[in-house]
């Protein structure tokens, strides 16, 4: 269990810390010398069961808050200590201030100093001091925290205070399981013989000697070469513990305080992040879309601007949900707790959870977003996952969900049973039903307003009908419409299955002469002047009926009066998918080669499969597109 102090400078945490475990937190020569903390402090004490405490001792400076901060995040108990001969104090407010928000709901409060009280006065004055602390804690969720008197000079009290977080310690909740590895480095260093450390606190997961984590914000990879838990040496590290993690790939200069090192598959670097927001209930105004604040999140301090989402102002006390938009990137994850502070970071203004780290720019105040980040806010995550694949009608993308809830595999994202999963999509079967419906309908429409045609493509569908879908859930309810036999495919073209454009009583008669003519070409087939003449028909009337089956699917325009019958463009579609060159792609010289057919005529083909979609250029070479099902190609 991880342990923070809070309190006024000069209460005694320091003090008192060393009476507990006797380990001096002040580690540098100007706190020694001036008797303050300037940075942040560690101890521990390991007791005969087995049981750990790790203490984050913090400056109690109000120049120092931002440093009180970064060790504050990811502590399980607050250890609030108020002197008894100052009692409350401005620092003693704001430690408590960052405390609550940041979501601690444990804490114990050390009335320091009593020694210093005369015998006489005591009991009086520490019924008062208790008075006022009570007093500070009632409207905070750390009320009715149990008050021990102490003196770290004398050792009375400590032996008790020393047993209660113990204790504590031997009750503490179980921690969400099935989690990957995250931890907030809040120090950075290098030993000789050793390497590059970071300190920090194991927000999830395990982590073991010779794994390979990810540094956030960045893409660098780290190897772990050596761990000490809780200041043990040890082969493994667990949420909820201090940690020292040696790491191999990465130089002492490239690490800094308010970095990550994590699993690599959730490793995510975020500007701009959904959050419920709260604002302390001592705030003098209310708060307003368009403040800038500082974000201290994790280990981090970055300057934000706040844009609240469903209302116009928040009053002091309340929640609203809100986006941050970052002036730098950041490691976030759904159910971090962040303190934010106004813009000259000279008060504590409000505390923030975040719901969803992957925020959009658009749409982000619409009733369906709304909803959305009300399913984020959920706290167990088989509802709240439930909540999110029902409140979104196209689907969920499940890689990401995993990423934002720390889930290394998106299959452990636990999907109700009505959840179809489509590649990287899950969506419910209501909604692909729904969709599937949509797109009948929108073809229905088309097939009104063009009864000569035989149907939009797939991509000209896609606008019409979903345009915002996954490409993955587009295919699977097109191909699934075809496997009920409600969506015909022909050729490039989709049309339900009562609907074909239709030819005139002419057209049809020329058709049953040109499409012959057209197969028997091959490869090379006839232009339209030539059809003509062999025909005996108009080359006008040629092109009209050319451009009828075109539209029916059984022919195509590869350039102007040239026409190719589907058969032999599936001949040739598959040529193309076997001449492909791994990565390098589709050459147009072992096309040529591989049909028999000019330089020109076979750079006219490839163009022509760009065109349809089947194909797309990049540069000079052609590769594939993968999610076409033209021609019979499959991804």
Partial sequence: MIIGTAGHIDHGKTTLVRALTGVDTDRLPEEKRRGISIELGYAYLHAPDGVSLGFVDVPGHERLLHTMLAGATGIDHALLVVA?????????????????????????????????????????????????????????????????????????????????????????????EGLAFRLAVDRSFSLSGVGTVVTGTVFSGTVRIGDELRVVPGNRTVRVRGIHAQNQQAESAHAGQRCALALAGVAKDEMHRGDWVCTPGIALSTDRIDVLLTLWPDEARPLRSGTTVHAHLGASDVMASLALLDRDALAPGETALAQLVLKEAVGAWHGDRGVLRDASATRTVAGVRVLDPFAPVRYRRTPERLRTLAAWAIEDRTARVAALLHNAPLGMDTARTAQALSLS??????????????????????????????????????????????????????????????????????????????????GTWLHLPDHAARLNEAEQKLAQKLLPKLADGGFDPPWVRDL??????????VRQTLASLARRGEAFQVVKDLYYPLAT?????????????????????????????????????????????????????????????????RP
């Avoid at 008894?84 to 050390?110: F, I, K, N």
């Avoid at 008050?147 to 032996?159: K, N, P, Q, R, Y």
């Avoid at 307003?449 to 939009?456: K, L, R, Y």
């Fill in 532 to 541: 003509a003449k062999d025909c005996a028909a108009s080359e006008p009337m």
């Fill in 84 to 176: 008894a001969d100052d009692g409350v104090m401005p620092q003693t407010r704001e430690h408590l201030a960052v405390v609550a928000l940041l979501g601690v709901r444990e804490a114990t409060v050390a009335i320091t100093k009593i020694d210093r009280i005369d015998e006489a006065l005591r009991e009086a004055r520490l019924a008062e001091v208790r008075a006022g602390i009570a007093a500070l804690l009632a409207p905070t969720p750390l009320a009715g925290a149990p008050m021990l008197a102490v003196s770290a000079t004398t050792g009375e009290g400590i032996d008790a205070l020393r047993e209660r977080l113990l204790e504590v310690a031997r009750q503490e909740h179980a921690r969400e």
């Fill in 409 to 490: 595999d998106e299959a452990a994202v636990p999907l109700p049973g009505d959840a179809v999963r489509i590649e990287h999509t899950a969506i419910a079967q209501s909604h692909l039903d729904a969709l599937e419906e949509q797109i009948a309908g929108r073809l229905a429409d088309f097939h009104r307003t063009a009864p000569d045609e035989v149907g939009p493509d797939a991509r000209r569908l896609k606008r019409l009908a979903g345009p915002r879908a996954d490409d993955s859930l587009w295919r699977h309810a097109l191909d699934d419409l075809v496997a009920r036999g409600a969506l015909v495919r022909s």
């Fill in 569 to 633: 463009v599936e001949r040739l579609a598959i040529i193309a998918r076997d001449c492909l060159d791994g990565p390098e792609g589709l050459q147009a010289a072992s096309f040529r080669d591989a049909t028999g057919l000019g330089r020109k005529r076979a750079i006219q083909l490839l163009e022509f499969f760009d065109r349809v979609g089947y194909t797309r250029r990049v540069k000079d070479t052609h590769l594939l597109r993968p999610d076409t099902s033209l021609f019979g190609a």
